[in-house]
């Protein structure tokens, strides 16, 4: 079992990491999704439409093989950090950009009728009050990138799902799987419980 | 103050705006009146430079708006804008909402903005409810601190787009008597409005739009009384029969 | 009215669901010797040249030619179910397959769970590394990553090693020797003879050290099933003693066993 937790550590480790990057890229993905810059709304619709069209498993191991052979070498973390960053920020884009288009333009032209830029409108006026509704669905986002964290062992990255699996081998039984099962549930419970709450509590402050 | 000359304004094939010209005295209060879909609405929002003109020019106290050259920004500072609904911003109080733009647009110091805001929203009447959240007040509270919010930063002229059209028919009176004060203290004023009252009140010169063309101007009095053109005669034979 | 038509609806799926057990319990009814007659069903991880890979669509190797041979001599067909490394024990338990021919190694641990047949081929350890590396056998691997298949001898046996920075492990060896070319991994340790194959095929890697570990495959067969098992080591006695081993050996190997 201590195998298995510190597999566990690590699939936590990276779904953080990650987290922090795809909340970052995506938000940037999402305002370029919606600037007044076509090529800059171009490049974002294709991003976002190519890397949801793909199975992450496939950018995964284009990332770190693909990327190996062009003479980008990259680590094993780094390079399942980076391949979870450009797949879920492509989801986390359109939550983003769903949550900013939802707030009224009324907003915006407030802001701006104060005489504050586009930059400052959105960072002050739009986004604090787009982020509170994409909390939710942001979350119910990392319960799933958590969960996907496991498709990193085809890079060899000895999560807890790769211990798993190597633990059913050498004991040629299922039993560790029920232990990986158990570690990804001790997490997602409580987190899906969490988000309801989020849910409701947000819900009642409208 | 704010001079425009030959202004058009199309939205796709539909011209809303045909032709305008218009020039506001400083410490004037313009009324702007007509049917909707006159392009009243249009035109403040052409002087705020929330629309781009399709044609024509506009000069906010010398300054071309229309130029592309002229960063907007500076000049929305000095015109304020009060909408129809309100758009107080949700996530701030009733005080934050007022000194946001000048802590963060003319780098104000904060607690200068606070002692700023606060007078404002003294002004207003609203001092106890600084720290209340927009979904705390009622509809006439609201639009007197969007008002307070556009003071904040000094304009030199303040633009109202039928700010009491959402309101209440109770809250009404607590808005307009806000911006009678306003009035008398002197601040160049525009105001798309239906309150005929209040125009007949305050306003220095009202202008009668139809059809995205100024059809009459004058005093307000005599507009009312002695319309000129049959399309404000029909307008003001409507509204006025129900006073 | 409307109650009896459902009544009458409800009876007649339930009649037609109980001919239709009825029919799909016939097929397996007759209890053979396989799972389904005629035909010897063999789970393997088919990506793993020179022993079963697939080529256009259809697994080749030696443990399929072998395996062939073994079906044809039982009078039966062979059918070769792809089955992920760390599925297919539970997939020979749960019966999905007939036998296992995977270049799985006989170890205690395993022989547990499973039967095992008489050894089919000799297969020590190796250790395969970059052409030009400094590495040449084990004291060379301290302080390195190795890579190697999860759940293999190879496995095994790295953790034996000590002082090595860490083991990656993969889920295929092809996913290995793409690390190893790319330079993400230094060393592979796995059986000698997909080592060399796999250097000899791609031609970026070299074979510098064999470990003798005495190991040796094993065909699987599932516990309480001696019929199969015993038909499976004549059949296997009888190909090795009339040359058609030898034969297969030379095709994939290149050399006498």
């Known amino acids: 079992m201590p195998y298995l937790l510190r597999g566990l550590l690590l699939t936590i480790r990276l779904a953080l990491v990650s987290e922090a990057c795809i909340l970052a890229f995506g938000l940037i993905v999402a305002l370029l999704r919606i600037s007044r810059i076509r090529i800059f709304r171009a490049f974002a619709a294709v991003y976002i439409d190519v890397i949801r069209g793909m199975p992450l498993i496939l950018q995964i191991v284009i990332i770190y093989f693909g990327l190996g052979h062009l003479g980008i070498g990259l680590s094993k973390f780094t390079a399942g950090v980076l391949a979870l960053t450009v797949c879920y920020a492509a989801y986390e884009a359109e939550i983003f950009r769903a949550g900013i288009l939802s707030i009224h333009k009324g907003q915006m032209e407030a802001a701006r009728s104060l005489g504050m830029g586009y930059l400052k409108a959105m960072r002050y006026i739009i986004l604090p009050q787009a982020i509170r509704r994409v909390i939710p669905p942001l979350s119910n986002e990392f319960i799933a990138l958590l969960k996907d964290t496991s498709l990193v062992s085809v890079i060899a990255l000895s999560e807890v799902f790769q211990r798993g699996r190597e633990l059913m081998g050498t004991k040629a039984n299922v039993t560790p799987l029920v232990g990986v099962a158990l570690c990804y549930l001790i997490i997602t419970i409580p987190l899906m419980r969490l988000v309801q709450r989020t849910e409701k509590w947000l819900s009642r402050g409208d | 103050m704010i001079k425009i000359l030959g202004l058009r304004k199309k939205f796709g094939h539909h011209e809303v705006l045909k032709g305008i010209n218009l020039e506001v005295m400083p410490s004037e209060v313009l009324v702007v009146v007509g049917p909707s879909g006159s392009g009243k609405s249009t035109l403040l929002r052409c002087i705020n430079g929330l629309e781009h003109a399709t044609e024509g020019r506009i000069f906010i106290e010398g300054t071309d708006i229309t130029d592309s050259r002229t960063d907007i920004n500076v000049v929305r500072q000095k015109v304020g804008m009060v909408f129809q609904s309100f758009n107080l911003f949700p996530h701030l109080t009733a005080l934050r909402n007022v000194t946001l733009a000048p802590i963060k647009v003319k780098k104000m110091n904060p607690d200068e903005a606070i002692e700023k805001a606060l007078k404002l929203l003294d002004k207003v009447g609203l001092r106890d409810k600084a720290n209340a959240y927009p979904a705390h007040l009622s509809g006439g509270q609201q639009q007197r601190v969007a008002i307070a919010r556009a003071l904040a930063m000094d304009p030199d002229v303040m633009l109202f787009d039928e700010v009491t059209s959402a309101l209440d028919p109770e809250l009404v009176k607590e808005v307009l008597d806000t911006m009678k004060d306003l009035a008398r203290e002197g601040m160049t004023m525009i105001v798309v409005t239906h309150e005929m009252g209040f125009a007949k009140e305050v306003g220095d010169r009202l202008i009668f739009m139809d059809e995205g063309r100024i059809v009459e101007e004058g005093r307000p009095e005599k507009v009312f009384t002695q319309p000129e053109h049959p399309r404000t005669k029909e307008f003001f034979s409507k509204i006025l029969s129900h006073i | ?257």
């Open chain 3, 1 to 257: 009215m409307k109650t009896k038509a459902v009544g009458r609806l409800i009876v007649s799926v339930a009649v037609f669901l109980f001919a239709f057990l009825l029919i799909v319990a016939g097929c397996g009814g007759e209890k053979g010797l396989t799972i389904k007659s005629g035909v010897l069903m063999m789970g393997s991880d088919t990506t793993y040249p020179p022993f079963e890979n697939m080529e256009g669509g259809k697994a080749v190797g030696f443990d399929v030619d072998l395996a062939t041979e073994i079906a044809r001599r039982m009078g039966l067909k062979l059918e070769v179910v792809p089955t992920a490394w760390d599925g297919i024990i539970p997939g020979l338990k749960t019966g999905k397959f007939d036998i296992l021919m995977s270049a799985m190694t006989i170890t205690p641990e395993r022989a547990k769970e499973i039967n095992f047949s008489d050894p089919y081929i000799d297969s020590d350890q190796s250790i395969c590394v970059k052409k030009g590396s400094p590495i040449k056998d084990e004291n060379d691997l301290k302080g390195k990553v190795v890579g190697v298949q999860l759940d293999t001898t190879g496995q095994f046996t790295a953790e034996k090693m000590e002082g090595l920075k860490e083991i990656s492990k993969f889920d295929t060896i092809l996913l290995a020797f793409e690390a190893l070319e790319q330079g993400k991994i230094d060393a592979i340790i796995n059986d000698y003879p997909v080592n060399a194959y796999m250097s000899k095929i791609r031609g970026k890697t070299e074979v510098v050290k064999k470990i003798k570990t005495n190991e040796k495959y094993g065909i699987g067969v599932k516990k309480g099933n001696e019929e199969l098992l015993k038909k499976i080591n004549e059949a296997l006695k009888e190909i090795k003693a009339d040359g058609t081993y030898d034969r297969i050996y030379r095709k994939w190997f290149g050399q006498p066993s």
